[in-house]
C-alpha cells in the first residue's frame, strides 16, 4: 500500500504542533536553572491556593459507623424493636 506524500505531512505536521502545544504548556510554568526547578516570574501574582488541614483521625466515619453497627447488633441480640441512632438514648 503507497501512501501520497501529503498524509505524510500532515501527520508530521499534526505530531510536530502536538509536541509543541505539549512543550509550551509545561516550560512556561516553571524553569530549570542549574539543577533547581524554580518558578515562573509571575509567580507573585498567582492566586493562592489554601487547603486547610483535615482531621488528625482520618476514619472517623468508619468508625461511628461501627459502633452504630454494635449498637443495633446489641439491640437485635436483646429483641429492641427500634434501636436508638447515634448511639444516643
Do not use: H
Not at 30 to 42: I, N, R
Not at 75 to 82: D, E, P, R
Amino acid at each position: 500500500m503507497k501512501v501520497s506524500r501529503l498524509t505524510q505531512w500532515t501527520r508530521v505536521a499534526l505530531c510536530s504542533g502536538a509536541m509543541l502545544s505539549l512543550c509550551a504548556t509545561g516550560c512556561m510554568l516553571q524553569t530549570t536553572v542549574g539543577g533547581q526547578t524554580l518558578p515562573s516570574a509571575y509567580y507573585l501574582r498567582d492566586d493562592v491556593q489554601y487547603f486547610p488541614a483535615g482531621p488528625e483521625f482520618r476514619l472517623t466515619n468508619q468508625v461511628r459507623a461501627l459502633e452504630e453497627y454494635k449498637l443495633n447488633q446489641q439491640a437485635a441480640q436483646q429483641g429492641i424493636a427500634n434501636p436508638p441512632v447515634g448511639g444516643v438514648q
